[in-house]
């Protein structure tokens, strides 16, 4: 609890910790620590309705990974970009070649 709330005050200045973030939430599912207690609420809530969706998240994690290191191993070397965070292909290639995105 107290890094939780550690996390929440240290949040880089004009970011909204009290606005649910799908990516945020995507974050918390897979386990990360990416989030903010507003994201792991709405999360629980909805997995309260549809409890399998930690797996799904994960498989679905797997699965894209598994998808661009297949693209990548067959030469595909153009990736679209989605914003500033690395996306998973980079995170994919990166894996393949031993390095951080």
């Keep these: ?43 629980d809530l909805i997995e309260r309705a549809h409890p399998s969706v930690r797996v799904s998240v994960r498989e679905n994690r797997v699965f894209l990974q598994r998808a661009v290191g297949f693209l990548a191993e067959a030469g595909l070397s153009d990736w679209r970009r989605d914003g500033d965070r690395p996306n998973p292909a980079d995170i994919a290639i990166c894996g393949a070649v031993g390095r951080k995105p």
Aim: proline share 5%.
């Design 1 to 43: 609890m107290v890094d939780e709330l550690r996390a929440e005050r240290d949040a880089p200045e004009g970011l909204d910790t009290s606005t649910v973030q799908p990516a945020r939430r995507y974050n918390y599912w897979l386990g990360g620590t990416d989030n903010f207690a507003v994201d792991r609420e709405s999360g």
